[in-house]
């Protein structure tokens, strides 16, 4: 994996990402979260740490949201104010994906 | 360009991205448009991500420099444009990479490789706002 | 551009797009570009159909001339570029104007139009080969 | 419609498009076509008279092979030189649309 990207469980549910996800990080990350599609129902993952996404990262999100076929929601939680912008101009939101961002 | 325009090679490797977001953002930090970095980053990164994919290039060049009171960035490879279009109808990917750094700049310029003149230019103009 | 400029207006309005190609041609022909009439014809054509679709724009403006031994078009409308990227995975769209209208020429540029300076020019430089 | 587009019907099967297929004349030609579909099996059009298709077009003759779902095969007969150039570069036959230039 990239040095700087990496995946931490967190202490109650879900995931948290941490560092830059871009075309060096996709297959790892890809690959780490494809199990959190395993159990049933919605995935949060905590983007709180996550510095940079490139147009890897957006089509790494849709294709999480399009893998769950409507069984459960996909949200990001507490983006950094540059990937809030970048996930908004994606259109990600538009599409179903929660996007939560601090103090909502 | 200007006197000050500086530029780096970069194998065309993924593990180079990091690499060439640090250095732009130390660039524009340089010439004062550390308001643009991420901006720039994601640029440039999109940029080099789409040569060293698609163009079979060994390495990428990024210049960076003031053209009056903008700064602007070169991304060049060796390689040839493909021209083949993809069908997003059928291979359902989301081909956002030149929509986005194109989203991310003022000016966005695409000089395709061709095989009399090879080597994809990709140019970014970024202007205080 | 040179002297020998010509600029011509028309309404964003899908109908005026048979027009606009046979400008382009004619163009094209008195600047001794015609063996790349078509190309030119469906670059713009492209340019001129985001403006219709997308820039709410009232007039396009598309201006025709020779810099060095290069064609240039500049195709121009008043309105605002939508950042907001589509989403091909889910929309099942091609999206495919940008991308064709880049492959027919070795120089695009585009510059947004934005709220502080409206107007989206597209830009193509034609070379003979 | 368009006055540069119309479709007409052929002799023996199938129909010809002549004239300019642009974002202009889309709408009509995707209402016409549409009505091919009706009868299951392959589609062929003859476009040896289309002078001009620009992105609309190429949008057309891929919802048309993506409605047929496989029940038949979408079929662009006797392109011009440039038309070929374009659906080429577009990637039509790639997907499964046949085209089938003169001489072949
Ligand atoms: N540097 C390059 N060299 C060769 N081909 C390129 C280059 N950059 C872009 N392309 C072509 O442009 C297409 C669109 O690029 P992009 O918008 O980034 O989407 P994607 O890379 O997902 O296809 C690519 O599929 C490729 O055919
Ligand atoms: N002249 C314009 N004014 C405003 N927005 C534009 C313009 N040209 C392009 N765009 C934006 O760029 C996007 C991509 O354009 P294009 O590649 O032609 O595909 P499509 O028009 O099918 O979406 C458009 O969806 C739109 O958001």
Redesign the interface.
């Known amino acids: 994996m ?3 990207f990496r995946i931490e469980p967190l202490d109650g549910d879900g995931v948290r990402l941490i560092g ?1 996800l ?3 990080s996709y297959d790892e990350a890809a690959h780490q979260l494809s199990r959190l599609l395993e159990s049933d129902g919605d995935v949060t993952l905590d983007i709180s740490e996550l510095s ?1 996404v ?3 990262g ?2 790494l999100f ?2 999480l949201h ?1 893998a769950l076929e409507g069984r459960g929601t996909l949200t990001l939680r507490s983006p950094t104010p ?1 990937v809030a912008r ?1 996930l ?5 939101a ?2 179903g994906i929660g996007v939560e961002e601090s103090g909502q | 360009m200007s006197d000050s325009t500086t530029t780096r090679t970069f194998a065309a490797d ?2 180079v ?2 690499d060439v ?1 640090r250095f732009v953002a130390a660039e524009a930090e340089r010439l004062s448009f550390s308001d643009h970095a ?1 901006d720039l ?2 640029a440039v ?2 940029a080099c ?1 789409n040569a ?2 698609h163009s079979q290039t060994r390495e990428i060049r990024v210049s960076i420099g003031l053209v009056g009171a903008c700064l602007q960035i070169a991304v060049e490879d060796d390689g040839i444009y493909r021209d083949k279009l993809p069908v997003p109808e059928v291979d359902r ?2 081909h ?2 030149i929509p ?1 750094m194109a ?1 991310m700049v003022d000016k966005f310029t695409l000089r395709r490789g061709t095989e009399e003149r090879r080597g994809t230019l990709v140019q970014f103009v970024k202007c205080k706002s």
């Open positions: 990239s040095e700087g830059e871009d075309l060096a940079f490139d147009s890897s957006i089509r849709i294709r399009l540059q970048i908004r101009m994606s259109g990600v538009d599409v | 993924r593990a991205l990091a977001r991420h980053q994601l990164n999109e991500a060293i994919l990917e989301g956002r990479g986005l989203a």
